[in-house]
């Protein structure tokens, strides 16, 4: 298996223009994550999906952030209109399950640059 | 709430030493318990977990752990480092919607 499969590996986007961010998940996982890494404020989980649902979006910043997933093998975060603020590296993770107690297995990451 | 404290930010010992990473967690019942690898322009490896049983896990690499109920820690343990395992550590606790909720991380150099 390929892994979790993110693009594009690095943005650079100006301040208003709208991002896409895109994940394949593992074949046969049925959770998907999406996290994002700063300095300052380290891993935060912004949403997670179940069977292509979205569970738990209280992560998500606020309402230029949205992500959809169409079908158990594809997910987008788009960020619309992106601001510097939104600079960061953004994980997706993919599992069996959308308990811990199932593995989390992450993809290589999206490092955005808002400019 | 849960949450995580990983104390040190950047720990530097020399290739053949012991290594002892610091993980506390504040979790009312008893935590799952994590801990993730990333190494450079990586994502993160899951290294061991914690659930229930033997408080001292065995993980990937050669890494350990020991649960500490006591102490409300988590410690990641390696005997003898190698140079590969230059990386930056994650703990984690299981959160209350089953959701991961990770420390800041602890960036570990080493040494030739």
Same mark, same amino acid.
């Given at each position: ?60 910043? #606020?309402? /230029?952030? !949205? $992500?959809?997933?169409?079908? &158990? =093998? ?8 992106? #601001?510097? /603020?939104? !600079? $960061?590296?953004?994980?997706? &993770? =993919? ?21 | 709430?849960q ?31 994590f ?77 030739p």
């Amino acid at each position: 298996d390929a892994g979790v499969i993110q693009s594009p590996r690095h943005e650079v986007t100006e301040m208003g223009q709208e991002v896409t961010l895109r994940c394949k998940p593992i074949s046969g996982h049925n959770s998907l994550f999406w996290y994002r890494q700063t300095m300052m404020r380290g891993l935060e989980l912004l949403i997670y999906f179940n069977n292509n649902v979205p569970i738990d979006d209280s992560g998500m910043p #606020e309402d /230029r952030f !949205s $992500a959809k997933m169409p079908n &158990a =093998s594809f997910s987008t975060l788009k960020i619309q209109p992106s #601001e510097p /603020r939104d !600079s $960061a590296v953004y994980f997706c &993770a =993919s599992s069996l399950g959308r308990r811990s107690s199932y593995e989390q297995y992450f993809g290589p990451g999206t490092r955005l640059t808002v400019t | 709430a849960q949450s995580v404290t990983q104390p040190d930010i950047h720990i530097t010992v020399s290739e053949g030493a012991s290594l002892e990473l610091r993980c506390n967690y504040s979790y009312g019942a008893t935590p799952y318990l994590f801990w993730y690898v990333q190494s450079p322009g990586q994502g993160l490896q899951l290294l061991l977990k914690y659930f229930s049983g033997d408080t001292l896990v065995q993980g990937i690499k050669g890494f350990e752990a020991e649960f500490k109920r006591s102490q409300s820690s988590f410690n990641l343990r390696k005997p003898s480092v190698h140079w590969s395992d230059a990386a930056e550590y994650f703990c984690a606790v299981e959160g209350s919607q089953g959701n991961l909720i990770f420390g800041k991380g602890t960036k570990l150099s080493v040494k030739p």
